[in-house]
């Protein structure tokens, strides 16, 4: 999911995944809140690993 932000996002992928938190929160979707965290925990080290190279 975090390629698939980083794709279709690019440099707003992160604004997007915050988005995507925000709307599950504000709808009591605690679950799907949970897997967009994870998810932008992943687009993060993914950044990570590509300033690297």
Do not use: N, P
């Not at 979707?29 to 690993?49: H, I, K, S, T």
């Amino acid at each position: 999911m975090a390629l698939w932000v980083d794709k279709h996002h690019g440099d707003a992928g992160g604004e997007f995944i915050a988005s995507k938190i925000d709307q599950l929160c504000r709808a009591g979707e605690q679950d799907g809140a949970r897997l967009w965290q994870d998810v932008a925990r992943r687009y993060e080290q993914l950044a990570e690993r590509t300033s690297h190279s």
